[in-house]
């Protein structure tokens, strides 16, 4: 009986709570709040809203009560802006929200007690698990698909996404806001998600959301912050000001041929939308944006005065939207769309066929990899027909004549493209083969992708591309023998990428990030809890405290010295020798050899291109040469003399054994006759000639060498570039050697002043001797 009584108890208090909760519910009147009549127009209940919406944000104020006064203002602005609700509210006393809830009333769940039940859908308590709305689980936000998928997926299209829990009294009051809203947004190509802080902690710390509901923007993988009253309108301007300014460009008859002119430049086909809107739609800056690395947009209103030149130009009906594509031809469009009611899935399937021009330019590796795939399979084959040519009027005509060629033989499986050679000399030579019938002059290759890594297979017009009948006549029976014959492309190179011609230039790169951080940093200053702003303040506050107490005490530290006695002048003398010292170790710090060890390579058949023949300009391969018998001295002398200079990236070091590759050393040699004239090969001392310990500094680039030769006794001077006694000293040196074998201290002294002359080197003192090409290295 007391257990009947305690049951009964219990649900007359829930039964009060829920009642009361309805009362209360039902007190609640729009007009009271914002203080306005029920006859009251837009007008008026927008300008009461903005005046209560700045009284009491709860940012700015901070009575405690802000936060529950300012969800009411916006509550009661949201059922007064809209019409429906209004009418609800004024027929009813309700609004018409609660209808959210109305599928539940079917299900009843009776808690049964000693013969008592209640039914648990009366109370309507909306933080149950099994009440809550399911519209938001198919935009639920994990940390490693936002990572992955959502950051990379936001340089295509902006995200709105709302942070949520449970138990949260705000996230109910703007629920019915967030799915109009999310659900319009979406049809115009904006991403929605919805992150439970509750089961995303690392996700909401990581977007830095210490508060629900939160609302955000993501875009170009940069966070943004909604501050506003989640209102319809808020929000939508609030996705449109994530989007650049620049997307979609105003369009007049004084501005039209400027901007469709502008294909050459850009690379890109230019798009222009006909519309009554005096406004540029969402919808169309969502595209701009969405599509802005391979299209250009304008916009013309055509209610406007000054664009009635170019509507009727362009034959424009003026009361249906038109979108049109310009490709390398001005006065005609390349394609044309019409419709009344223009959806998203209309305007991509459209761009989607026009993105690249007819013969588009070749201007960085991503644009060569999407106009010209891989081969996949023999039955995807794709081939690419290239234009290798240059810029100015002396090419117009060659392009001009491929241009009407490709118009005219357009398929899925063939692509024309063209490049400048100039802006992509790497591509060209590697085609092109420096042959010197095409120099100066346009030619076209036909070249099939084979792997990511640039292989190519490709075949040249054995003649220049002049656009005349005969050179159509070719290109058209090459073309058709191809779809026949796979193995017609019979060259084959490897292709390095290509340079990013349009990519803008470091400091304007480095300008935008910094603008980007400033304005990041001005955004958190005024709109962060400065709760969450305290360690940062107090750690700007810290590095200002010391600063200024260490210019105080500076200051003081100056005044006493000031009455001391003046410097002696040999305290003067230290301090300029002191400075002088520190010019001399600025000077040298540019030579601070980098590592513990030389590092010292075989120059050899195998990396004689890479370590000479190919050296980057500006570098220098120093290489000393030497015989089986000295290897090992000479290479501990070499290392000593030559150490303080491995600091310098341009210089490389290198050995040549004279026992495989004396043939190699007197070709090069034979270039010095001007310092030392060479003996001619019936002298007897020709194959006894020692050359080891001679050092020579290669430069593969400009084709030119400077020779050490080695010290010898009693040469207090040495010889540091080509010695004038080069051919004497041969014969002594040979002479030398057939008489007596060397000791390990004559051979080490060969390098004596070794340092001394590659300073000599590195000031560019020392004298070169220039050859036509490089020797092969057999």
Not at 163 to 169: A, E, G, H, L, R
Not at 656 to 668: F, G, P, T, V
Request: glycine letters at 6%; one cysteine or more; proline letters at 4%.
């Amino acid at each position: 009986m007391e257990l009947g009584r305690a049951g009964l108890a219990w649900a007359a208090a829930l039964l009060l709570a829920a009642l009361g909760a309805q009362a209360a519910a039902g007190d609640f009147d729009p007009y009271r709040v914002l203080g306005v009549g029920r006859s009251s127009s837009q007008a008026d209940i927008k300008k009461a809203y903005k005046r209560l919406a700045r009284e009491w944000h709860p940012d700015k104020n901070k009575d405690p009560g802000a936060e529950d006064k300012f969800i009411q203002i916006s509550k009661a602005y949201e059922i007064l802006s809209n019409e429906e609700k209004r009418a609800n509210f004024d027929r009813y006393g309700d609004a018409g929200e609660s209808q959210g809830y109305s599928q539940h009333q079917h299900r009843q769940f009776h808690h049964f007690h000693e013969g008592f039940y209640f039914d648990e859908s009366f109370f309507h308590f909306p933080f149950n698990s099994e009440r809550r709305d399911t519209s938001d689980e198919k935009y639920l936000l994990h940390f490693s698909h936002y990572v992955n998928e959502i950051v990379p997926d936001s340089f295509k299209k902006p995200y709105l996404i709302k942070i949520t829990s449970d138990w949260c009294f705000s996230c109910i009051h703007i629920e019915p806001v967030w799915k109009e809203v999310a659900q319009e947004l979406e049809a115009l190509g904006v991403g929605i998600g919805v992150i439970h802080a509750g089961y995303e902690r690392r996700l909401t710390h990581h977007l830095g959301a210490h508060s629900t509901p939160s609302l955000l923007g993501l875009i170009n993988g940069k966070i943004t912050f909604f501050h506003n009253a989640v209102i319809r309108e808020n929000l939508r301007q609030f996705v449109e000001n994530l989007l650049p300014g620049n997307l979609v460009e105003k369009i007049t008859d004084k501005n039209y041929v400027r901007f469709l002119s502008n294909w050459k430049k850009e690379n890109k086909p230019h798009v222009l939308l006909f519309d009554h809107m005096p406004v540029v739609p969402l919808l169309y800056k969502l595209t701009a944006f969405a599509y802005r690395d391979y299209l250009s947009f304008g916009y013309v209103y055509v209610g406007l005065r000054g664009a009635e030149e170019l509507s009727s130009q362009y034959n424009i009906n003026v009361y249906t939207p038109t979108m049109m594509i310009f490709k390398e031809h001005i006065d005609r469009p390349a394609d044309v769309v019409q419709a009344r009611d223009m959806k998203k899935q209309l305007i991509d399937d459209f761009l989607s066929q026009n993105k690249f021009l007819m013969v588009a330019r070749l201007t960085n590796q991503r644009l060569f990899q999407e106009l010209c795939p891989v081969k996949k399979s023999h039955r995807q084959r794709k081939h690419c027909v290239v234009l290798l040519t240059g810029e100015g009027e002396k090419f117009a005509e060659a392009y001009e004549a491929f241009l009407t060629f490709a118009v005219a033989n357009t398929k899925d499986t063939l692509k024309f493209v063209h490049i400048y050679n100039d802006r992509q000399p790497e591509f060209a030579d590697a085609l092109l083969m420096d042959d010197e019938k095409y120099r100066g002059k346009s030619a076209v290759v036909i070249l099939e992708r084979r792997n990511n890594a640039g292989k190519i297979s490709y075949k040249t017009l054995e003649e220049a591309w002049q656009g005349s009948k005969e050179d159509n006549f070719i290109l058209l029976d090459l073309l058709d023998q191809l779809r026949t014959d796979p193995g017609l492309l019979s060259s084959e190179t490897v292709l390095a990428d290509l340079n990013d011609e349009l990519a803008p230039m470091f400091l304007i790169r480095w300008l935008y990030s910094a603008l980007d951080y400033i304005l990041d940093c001005w955004d958190s200053l005024f709109h962060s809890n400065w709760r969450e702003m305290m360690p940062l303040l107090s750690l700007l506050f810290s590095a200002l405290f010391i600063l200024f107490g260490t210019v105080i005490v500076q200051a003081f530290s100056d005044s006493s010295d000031a009455r001391d006695s003046p410097a002696s002048e040999k305290e003067e003398t230290a301090a300029k020798t002191e400075k002088n010292d520190t010019s001399f170790s600025k000077e040298s710090n540019s030579r601070i050899p980098k590592k513990g060890f030389v590092e010292v390579t075989e120059l050899t058949d195998i990396n004689y291109n890479s370590n000479l023949v190919r050296l980057r300009p500006g570098h220098m391969n120093v290489v000393l040469i030497l015989s089986n018998s000295t290897k090992t001295l000479l290479l501990q002398k070499f290392a000593l003399e030559v150490y303080t200079f491995t600091g310098s990236s341009s210089l490389h070091f290198s050995f040549l054994s004279l026992d495989k590759h004396r043939e190699w050393l007197e070709y090069l040699l034979e270039f010095a006759q001007d310092a030392a004239p060479i003996p001619n090969q019936y002298d007897k001392h020709f194959l006894e000639r020692d050359y080891t310990g001679y050092v020579l500094a290669l430069n593969g680039h400009k084709k030119y060498f400077c020779l050490f030769k080695p010290h010898r006794s009693g040469d207090e001077g040495g010889t540091l570039a080509s010695g004038e006694d080069y051919d004497s000293s041969l014969h002594m040196e040979a002479r030398g050697k057939s008489s007596c074998s060397p000791g390990s201290r004559s051979i080490k002294n060969k390098l004596h002043k070794l340092s001394f002359w590659m300073e000599r080197l590195l000031e560019g003192s020392l004298q070169r001797f220039y050859i036509p090409s490089w020797p092969a290295l057999d």
